[in-house]
């Protein structure tokens, strides 16, 4: 087993939630144990299960965060410049 690349790993990562799930990309908002396991299998397979789910958890959470984050300023500079 391979222990988790902070920068090549994490970019990786980030990059797969930032592609169209139809293009082979993850959907961070999917957070069941059966589609953990396959976006590990699929992308990272040299990585443990155990690891793996607690690190994806970790970064979907983030990259939820900033999407609402994201959205939620939009909405505002609309409302303002009415």
Do not use: Q
Request: aromatic residues 10%.
């Amino acid at each position: 087993m391979v222990k988790w690349n902070k920068k090549t790993d994490n970019a990786k990562l980030f990059e797969l939630f930032n592609t169209r799930e139809d293009r082979g990309g993850l959907d961070y908002r999917k957070r069941t144990k059966e589609y953990i396991e396959a976006a590990r299998a699929e992308h990272f397979p040299k990585m443990k299960n155990k690891n793996f789910s607690v690190i994806y958890n970790t970064k979907a959470s983030k990259v939820d965060i900033d999407e609402k984050l994201k959205n939620s300023r939009a909405r505002k500079g609309k409302l303002c410049c009415l």
